[in-house]
């Protein structure tokens, strides 16, 4: 297990999550992290930079340029062993996971070698301290890289989870994933859990925007806007139209069934 220690940090960072192919979405994370003069040095990536949208190959490089610390999301894993699915952890019957066999085969196709080893480089935890409160970055959960930990996850799983990053990496005031694409902050035994939700797909939330998350005294999640139609059209052409290129102008998932039902909207 790779663990990166970014220490103490006295001045505002920045988390954001699933950038997943979408280039615009991550150039105007680059701008707004800019306007919060925020450099990439205090900037977190909680994984999976290559998804659903079309620009893989770009926006992996994009990433890497950028230099922010990423956390090897389960997109990371498996491109970089060129395994045949992105293990995003549901049942292959289910909506997600039919459509990712449109987006997971043009991201295997773009991705270059030289991409694939920065995404084996990558550590599976990032931790980091800021106000004397030591946090770890995860990717889904750490019992389960592609584990789905809800706001309306059990206590169990919460507590699972903290139980498998202090046997890692030693205590920890608060833990931030990504994975799921919802983002929240969740108080659990005086310990935070908090999701910083991704750059590049909304929420399922009616809205186009997006999410991330930066960090001053405590979390506060923000809207990102960006050039959705752009990233839209470049899935077209690609021929990226199984469902998730609507998702970016209607701000609705195809594939609720991934959520827990008291979370659907239909
Ligand atoms: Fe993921």
Not at 70 to 93: H, M, P, T
Not at 176 to 199: C, D, K, M
């Amino acid at each position: 297990m790779k663990v990166t220690d970014l220490g103490d940090f006295e001045d505002p960072i920045l988390v954001f999550g699933g950038p997943y192919s979408n280039l615009q979405a991550f150039d105007a994370l680059k701008a707004a992290a800019r306007r919060l003069d925020i450099p990439a040095e205090r900037i977190i990536c909680t994984g999976d930079v290559v998804a659903y949208c079309a620009d893989a190959e770009a926006t992996a490089q994009a990433v890497r340029e950028f230099g922010c610390a990423a956390v090897a999301g389960n997109c990371e894993k498996q491109l970089a062993e060129r395994s045949e699915d992105c293990a995003c952890g549901f049942d292959s019957s289910s909506q997600c996971s039919i459509l990712a066999r449109g987006w997971y085969a043009h991201a295997l196709d773009q991705v270059s070698q030289d991409s694939r080893d920065w995404m084996a480089s990558c550590p599976d935890i990032v931790v980091f301290t800021k106000e004397e409160r030591r946090y770890a970055v995860v990717h889904g959960g750490l019992t389960d890289i592609s584990r789905f930990i809800w706001p309306v996850s059990s206590d169990t799983a919460f507590i699972e989870e903290f139980s498998a990053v202090e046997e890692a990496v030693g205590s920890v005031d608060g833990i931030i994933a990504g994975h799921s694409g919802i983002p929240f902050v969740y108080n659990t035994e005086q310990r935070l859990w908090i999701n910083a939700g991704a750059i590049g797909m909304p929420p399922n939330d009616g809205s186009p925007d997006t999410t991330y998350v930066t960090f001053d005294d405590q979390p506060r999640i923000h809207r990102l806007r960006y050039d959705f139609n752009a990233t839209r059209q470049a899935m077209e052409n690609a021929e990226l139209t199984q469902g998730y290129h609507e998702t970016l102008s209607t701000g609705l998932w195809p594939s609720e069934d991934s959520l827990p039902c008291i979370m659907r909207h239909t």
